[in-house]
């Protein structure tokens, strides 16, 4: 049972790491306070594949008017990406995925629409921030340092997700009997390290928490782990950058009220530390993030 006395019992393990404050999440033009107000990243997806059907563009047109709906929502960045991360996704070559989500890229920063590009390739990420984006989403660690270049390049805010193999399509497990926070810091602290090298300050780190993975297949499992490491997300906080993760859905806990499930979740990573919140339904987390901010307000000050 998720309790008060359990988050007590949470924060009192790891009370040193509690309170770390991060700096200012940069992206384009603009400056974010995340300890303030956590950044929306709302999602469009250019494949048939992703399980979050709500999420899926048919065509490029639907793509920008799904995308100029949710910035009119509230999100601050709009990710895109022409691939799903699913298992049994199809595998959509870097070819494929420029023809899909350039045109979609140019017609948002045309708008001056913050956009994210989710990829693993490099050629993508070239195509993706030539055509205007500002924010790379990188899936994969097997070209980072090539990726990494093009993001010094232009500038460009790189979310660093959590990858245990060359891309996220390769499927790995997680670790679920330990504790997963002292390797999620440790494999971030190598990948904050590689990317300064490289030329790269805008970092946000992303624990991969919306990917697939071959032992979290029992849905119940795969949520309490996922619940688990949103709210132990303040520890990551220690590395100084701001942390994104992607809100779960939870199908099999919430059914036919799946879409008011990433504004639960969001709760929990609001809780954890989380700055910037990945979601499908902005509207609904735009709300529970109103809503956290209000009642967290001191009506005496």
């Not at 490029?60 to 699913?86: F, H, L, N, P, Q």
């Not at 693993?120 to 990420?125: R, S």
Request: net charge negative.
């Amino acid at each position: 049972m998720l309790s008060l006395a359990s988050l007590a019992a949470l924060a009192d393990a790891h009370r040193a790491d509690l309170g770390h404050p991060v700096g200012p999440l940069l992206i384009g033009g603009r400056s974010f306070d995340v300890d303030t107000r956590p950044v929306l990243m709302g999602t469009v997806n250019l494949s048939r594949d992703s399980t979050y059907r709500e999420s899926i563009a048919v065509s490029i047109d639907s793509a920008v008017r799904k995308a100029r709906v949710m910035a009119a929502e509230g999100a601050d960045i709009i990710d895109v990406g022409a691939e799903s991360s699913t298992a049994k996704a199809e595998r959509v070559d870097a070819v494929g995925q420029i023809a899909s989500i350039v045109p979609v890229i140019e017609r948002l920063a045309a708008d001056g629409i913050a956009v994210s590009v989710e990829t693993y390739e490099p050629a993508v990420v070239a195509a993706g921030l030539t055509a205007g984006a500002c924010v790379l989403n990188m899936t994969g660690i097997e070209h980072q340092e090539r990726m990494l270049d093009l993001a010094a390049e232009h500038d460009a805010t790189v979310v660093l997700c959590y990858s245990g193999a060359g891309n996220v399509r390769e499927v790995t497990d997680v670790t679920l009997d330990a504790d997963p926070i002292p390797g999620l810091l440790e494999h971030f602290g190598h990948r904050i390290d590689l990317a300064r090298s490289h030329g790269v300050e805008r970092l946000i780190i992303d624990p991969g928490m919306g990917f697939f993975y071959g032992n979290l297949t029992d849905p119940l499992t795969r949520a309490r782990h996922q619940a688990g490491v949103l709210l132990n997300g303040f520890r990551l906080r220690s590395l100084g950058v701001p942390m994104c993760n992607a809100l779960p859905h939870a199908f099999d806990l919430f059914e036919e009220q799946f879409r008011t499930a990433e504004g639960f979740f969001a709760v929990l990573a609001m809780l954890g530390g989380t700055s910037v919140l990945r979601t499908h339904e902005v509207a609904h987390v735009r709300a529970v993030v109103q809503a956290m901010s209000l009642l967290s307000t001191d009506p005496q000050a």
